[in-house]
C-alpha cells in the first residue's frame, strides 16, 4: 500500500451535544420524515436544541481490495458530504418551519447502535420503525432494537407515516417501581408541555390479599386495585407538584399489562405511550421488559420508553 495514501480522521464517535437536546436519529429510508416531525416538535415544545443525526458506518468489510488500497478514504469522505448535504437540505426545512429552533447536524462514523447508546445518556434520543397496519406492529431494525434495550436514558419510537402530532393525551404505564416513577414524570411534563392531559394505567393478573391468592373480581379484587392505586399515590404527588394543571386520571384493570395499556391506548385516542424499560416484575440481568418491547412493537402511537 502506498506510504501517502491515508484515511481522513473520523469524527468522534460521539459528537459534543452539550446541553440537552432531542436527537432525531436518521438513516435515509422513507419513514425518517415521521422521525424529523416528531422531534422537531418535541425539540420546539421544550425550548432545546434538535440533533439531526446520520450515522457513517463504512463497510470495509465489504469493499474489494482495489478500493482499500485507492479509494478508500474518498469513499469515506463521499459518504459523509452525501449525509451532510441532505441533514443540510431538512436542518433547513426544520428551521423555515420552527423559527427561532436551534438545529445542528452530525455525521459520526461508527456503529449506528453504539454511537445512538452513547448519545442517549444526555439527549431524547428519536428512532423510527416501520409499521404493518395488518398486524398492528412495528418492525424494529437491529439500531432501533439495541438502542432502546441499552439506551441511557429517554428513547422515543415513531412509527412511519405519523402526522406530527402534540402528545396532548398522554397514557402511562406505573407499577410503583421507580422506572415507572420515571415514566410518569415524563409523561406529566410532555403534556404540560402540550396543555394535555395523562392517564396512569396499572394493571394486574394474579395478586395476593392477605395471603389469599386473587385472580378474580370481587371484595378482595377491591381490596388489590385500592392497594394498587396507593402504589402510584408518591410517584403521581412527585410528578403533578412540579406540574399541578396537567389533569391525571389514574385506571387499574385486571389484565395482561402490555394488552392493557395498549388497550386503553386505543380507548382514548392516545398521541403517547410511555412507560419504564423494566417494571417491578423484571428480572435483574434483562435490558428491556417483556412489557416494554411488546408495547413499542404493538402500539400505534410513538412510544417513549424511560430508563
Known amino acids: 500500500m502506498d506510504d501517502d495514501v491515508t484515511t481522513p480522521a473520523p469524527q468522534p464517535l460521539v459528537p459534543d451535544t452539550g446541553p440537552p437536546a432531542v436527537v432525531a436519529a436518521l438513516d435515509g429510508s422513507a419513514h425518517e420524515d415521521a422521525v424529523v416531525a416528531w422531534a422537531a416538535a418535541a425539540a420546539a415544545r421544550h425550548g ?3 440533533d439531526l443525526v446520520h450515522v457513517v458506518e463504512v463497510g470495509v468489510s465489504l469493499t474489494s481490495y482495489d478500493m482499500l488500497v485507492s479509494e478508500a478514504p474518498r469513499f469515506g469522505e463521499q459518504l459523509e458530504a452525501a449525509a ?3 441533514l443540510g437540505a431538512v436542518a433547513a426545512q426544520v428551521r423555515d418551519r420552527y423559527d427561532g ?3 445542528e447536524i452530525h455525521t459520526p462514523v461508527g456503529s449506528p447502535p453504539a454511537v445512538l447508546v452513547a448519545m442517549s445518556e444526555h439527549a431524547t434520543v428519536v428512532l423510527g420503525a416501520v409499521s404493518q397496519s395488518r398486524l398492528h406492529r412495528l ?5 432501533a432494537l439495541a438502542v432502546v434495550a441499552h439506551s441511557h436514558g429517554t428513547v422515543v419510537v415513531v ?9 396532548h393525551r398522554v397514557v402511562v404505564g406505573a407499577d410503583g417501581s ?3 416513577a420515571r415514566a410518569l414524570a415524563y409523561a406529566v411534563a410532555e403534556a404540560a408541555a402540550a396543555g394535555g392531559t395523562v392517564t396512569v394505567v396499572t394493571a394486574w393478573t394474579v395478586e395476593v ?6 385472580t378474580e373480581p370481587g371484595p378482595r379484587a377491591q381490596r388489590v386495585e385500592e392497594r394498587l392505586l396507593e402504589s402510584t399515590r408518591a410517584a403521581r404527588e412527585a410528578a403533578q407538584a412540579q406540574h399541578p394543571e396537567v389533569p391525571v386520571e389514574v385506571v387499574v384493570r385486571r389484565g395482561r399489562a402490555a394488552d392493557t395499556l395498549l388497550g386503553v391506548a386505543d380507548e382514548i385516542g392516545a398521541d403517547l405511550v ?17 412489557v416494554s418491547r411488546t408495547v413499542v412493537q404493538q402500539a400505534k402511537t410513538p412510544v417513549a420508553v424511560i430508563r
Open 48 to 50: 432545546v436544541r434538535l
Open 209 to 214: 390479599d392477605d395471603g389469599i391468592v386473587v
Open 139 to 143: 418492525v424494529l431494525g437491529s439500531t
Open 84 to 86: 451532510r448535504d441532505r
Open 274 to 290: 410511555v412507560l419504564g424499560s423494566r417494571g417491578r416484575g423484571g428480572f435483574a440481568g434483562l435490558l428491556l421488559g417483556s
Open 178 to 180: 421507580e422506572p415507572g
Open 159 to 167: 412509527p412511519e407515516a405519523m402526522p406530527p402530532v402534540q402528545p
Open 101 to 103: 429552533l436551534e438545529v
